[in-house]
């Protein structure tokens, strides 16, 4: 039997498997009914491992797992489907619906926005970014961003959540847990520290000002400064301020260009964090769900059942529609020892129907699933 014999025998076979895989669906859509009818859990475990026994039974040794591995994937197909047929659309599938049917074709120009710090901060020169103008309304913590928006304070926050060198901001991950918001804007910002100071040189300078995320992405440059002293502070703009306020000339800070000219000081060096391709990540958050055409991105957190296993299938589903998984962080549950939160972000836009069915039947698999937004990313300088 020649290549292309063998690759036609091949098609045939597959042709078969899809009939029986229609049919075995078809099958599990009754069961579901007789469950629907009599009551009964979607998944009987011990008729699961029956089924697998018996046909490893057949199968030759070399083929043992991969049959396995087989039946793990079938039958969660299964199981997925009999839980929409018994439970139905999850409420995500009505929460987009409703979102669609109110969000505007634009992404206004101009709002009301939190940002964590002070004038000069980060988080307001990507507000600036986001809106072409913003009313920046300035709280102490990523905490009073959330609040802020929950209690109608302003329609947006604005909110670091990722930097290219340094990692997640994982506060504000544990936050998007804590509080019921939506991301509806993301923005890449390129972000080059500088050393400011009252001082002529670098060389004056014993203490230097900034927040922990600035300090980590410049630790290079920190290190080759000796025995100066550290101070952290809550934002990067208090840090230049605050350095201003000192009045010494061996005070420094590590912050933003802008600072330099908000708080009166010298720019000693630019561009002083380890990577020339320093980016933060900014997400701007709402109360409510808002999906505005151009999407690029899903973002949700959910949690797994306790079993094997149970993390591949769930990042079989976006495989399986050739859907890009751009992110995946695992948070600790509080108040439950060893069990993890998954923060997913995908490569999708929510506003396309097989990206909601895609969604949804992540959120049916799940065993707590929460859509944390579909938005634009854009990069900017």
Avoid: W
Avoid at 101 to 109: I, R
Avoid at 233 to 255: F, I, K, M
Avoid at 349 to 364: I, N, S, V, W, Y
């Amino acid at each position: 039997m020649g290549l292309e014999e063998i690759r036609g025998e091949i098609d045939r076979v597959d042709d078969e498997l899809a009939r029986l895989f229609s049919r075995r669906m078809a099958l599990a859509a009754r069961v579901a009914q007789e469950k629907r009818d009599r009551g009964g859990p979607v998944l009987r475990a011990g008729r699961e491992e029956a089924i697998v026994s018996r046909l490893l039974r057949q199968a030759e040794p070399e083929l043992v797992v991969p049959l396995r591995q087989f039946c793990a994937t079938l039958f969660r197909l299964s199981r997925a489907h009999q839980q929409l047929l018994l439970e139905g659309p999850p409420p995500l599938a009505a929460e987009i619906a409703q979102a669609l049917a109110d969000t505007p074709e634009t992404f206004p120009d101009a709002a009301t926005a939190a940002c964590q710090g002070i004038e000069g901060a980060y988080s307001q020169i990507a507000c600036n970014q986001l809106f072409e103008n913003p009313k920046i309304l300035y709280v102490r913590t990523f905490d009073a961003v959330f609040r802020a928006v929950e209690q109608g304070l302003c329609r947006y926050g604005v909110l670091p959540i990722e930097n290219s060198s340094f990692g997640s901001v994982t506060q504000v991950y544990d936050l998007m847990k804590k509080h019921h918001c939506r991301i509806v804007r993301g923005l890449r910002l390129r972000v080059d520290h500088c050393l400011l100071s009252r001082a002529g040189s670098a060389a004056k300078v014993r203490e230097i000002f900034s927040h922990e995320q600035a300090l980590g992405q410049c630790s290079d440059f920190l290190r080759s400064l000796g025995d100066v002293k550290i101070t952290v502070c809550e934002n990067t703009a208090v840090a230049a301020q605050l350095a201003a306020e000192a009045g010494r000339e061996d005070a420094a800070a590590l912050s933003s260009e802008e600072c330099a000219a908000l708080y009166g000081l010298r720019i000693l060096r630019r561009k002083v964090q380890n990577a020339d391709n320093n980016e933060t990540r900014f997400i701007c958050i709402s109360r409510r769900t808002e999906l505005y055409p151009g999407a690029n991105r899903c973002s949700m957190m959910l949690t797994l059942r306790h079993q094997p296993g149970s993390l591949v299938s769930m990042l079989d589903l976006p495989a399986s529609q050739g859907v890009n998984l751009t992110k995946l962080e695992s948070r600790p549950v509080l108040g439950k020892e060893f069990e993890f939160l998954f923060y997913f972000d995908l490569d999708a836009d929510a506003t396309r129907p097989e990206t909601m069915e895609l969604l949804c039947r992540m959120a049916a698999q799940a065993e707590e699933f929460t859509f944390l937004g579909s938005y634009l990313e854009r990069t900017t300088e």
